[in-house]
């Protein structure tokens, strides 16, 4: 149990049968009246965002999330596959799930696959990866005074901004955070 007191950014609770992670806290004791903490929890299941306030000695049952290192394996269309590199299990987790989260991801990469209670709500990519440039116009000399970017496409079909003088077939490497460039390998 955690009280309200006690709170620090990414924790996960279990508050009224919803499992939250907190993204932000803050504790305020006004001149008139009891000190609370205020809070912008995220519902790790859907991704809602909300704020609440609770009294500091409230207390709330920490939620246990289970993060696993699995290889991706493929997608057949609705379904990504995931294998664990440990016990070999696979399992599917269906677009909806997934999102966007794997489009920086080349398969047979290693990722975390998170799940509460056995059921997958997310999946985190590796932070940096490395990938191909599959398709991209050539810069041209004289547009730089801005530090100017295009478009390219990488070789698992996102698209990212890279700065003018990266070319067709370079190595690039890439926040998958944000999508933004951050070098050529």
């Known amino acids: 149990m955690i ?29 008139k ?3 609370f903490v205020r ?10 965002v909300v704020e609440k306030t609770f009294r500091p ?4 049952p920490q939620a246990r999330i289970d993060r696993v290192d699995m290889q991706y394996l493929y997608s057949d269309g609705e379904l990504f596959n995931f294998m664990n590199m440990e016990t070999y299990d696979q399992i599917a987790v ?21 799940s509460y209670n056995g059921s997958v709500f997310a999946i ?26 295009k478009p390219a496409i990488v ?14 077939g370079d190595k690039i490497k890439i926040d998958t955070r944000t999508g933004e460039y951050l070098s050529r390998v």
């Open 3 to 31: 009280s309200a007191g006690d709170f620090r950014n990414g924790v996960t609770l279990e508050i009224d049968g919803n499992v939250v992670q907190i993204l932000e806290f803050q504790h305020v004791k006004p001149g």
């Open 33 to 35: 009246g009891a000190a």
């Open 39 to 48: 809070t912008k929890l995220k519902n790790v299941i859907n991704g809602g």
């Open 57 to 60: 000695t409230e207390k709330f």
């Open 94 to 114: 269906d677009k909806n799930t997934v999102g966007d989260s794997l489009k920086f991801v080349k398969e047979n990469e290693t990722v975390k696959i998170c």
């Open 124 to 149: 985190e990519p590796p932070l940096f990866v490395e990938l191909e440039i599959t398709d991209t116009e050539p810069g041209f000399k004289g547009d730089t005074a801005q530090g100017a970017t």
């Open 155 to 168: 070789e698992t079909g996102a698209q990212v901004s890279v700065p003018l003088f990266v070319n067709q």
